[in-house]
């Protein structure tokens, strides 16, 4: 069983440029969350999305970020027209459906995004 | 009343001593309490977690302590070893929500 798959590992964008990171979640897991690092940071929550619908993007940036998980292939972190800032590791990870409960939430290896 | 705070940022012991990592929190929402592990160009682990309804968890070397009159919880790493040397961070989470402290540089000499 794969774990979660995150792709590109390194991207590097100009600013203004779209940047596009993919997650996979691991089988069976219906859950994805997306997470930001910054350097020396810990990691921001983002996003919280079950299949075709966004749970929770009380972390997102109002501007230029979206994210979506089709009901086919990996969830889809977009940042759109690039920043410097938005420089910064973006973690996804992925949990099974616990009704009403905590459960561990498997993490990928991450994408570096460095704006150049 | 979201933060978690962690200390030290930074921590440097011998091989064979016991390691300390401190976590407060203000939400008395959360229940439930994990620390991560993380190395360099990896992704975050689950290393052991706590809800509150118990004061501590042992998993081999690693131990929580958790103190909810405080909104205090430890990790204890005993017989640290060079392979413990990561990132560590605590969380608090309810729900699918999970703030995270903004974690602790480990570094064990051998």
């Known amino acids: 069983n794969a774990g979660v798959m995150q792709n590109p590992r390194h991207l590097v964008r100009r600013r203004g440029q779209e940047a596009r990171l993919r997650c996979s979640p691991m089988?069976?897991?219906?859950?994805v969350y997306w997470y930001r690092q910054l350097p020396e940071e810990g990691l921001k929550f983002m996003v919280y999305l079950q299949k075709e619908n966004i749970i929770d993007e009380s972390g997102m940036p109002k501007e230029r970020f979206s994210a979506e998980f089709p009901k086919e292939g990996p969830s889809i972190l977009r940042i759109q027209q690039v920043v410097r800032g938005d420089s910064a590791a973006y973690f996804c990870?992925?949990?099974?459906?616990?009704?009403?409960?905590?459960?561990?939430?498997?993490f990928g290896q991450g994408t570096r995004l460095t704006v150049v | 009343q979201q933060q978690v705070k962690q200390s030290p940022q930074s921590l440097i012991v011998q091989k064979g001593g016991i390691s300390i990592i401190n976590c407060a929190y203000e939400n008395t929402a959360f229940d439930y309490f994990p620390w991560y592990q993380q190395f360099p160009g990896k992704g975050p682990a689950l290393l052991i977690a706590i809800r509150p309804d118990v004061s501590e968890k042992k998993e081999g070397r690693f131990t929580i302590s958790f103190n909810k009159s405080a909104k205090q919880f430890s990790l204890h790493i005993m017989d640290s070893q060079p392979g413990d040397s990561a990132t560590y961070f605590c969380a608090a989470s309810r729900g699918f929500k999970t703030i995270f402290g903004a974690g602790t540089r480990l570094f064990v000499k051998a």
């Open positions: 089988k069976g897991h219906s859950h």
């Open positions: 990870a992925s949990s099974p459906p616990v009704p009403g409960g905590n459960t561990e939430a498997f």
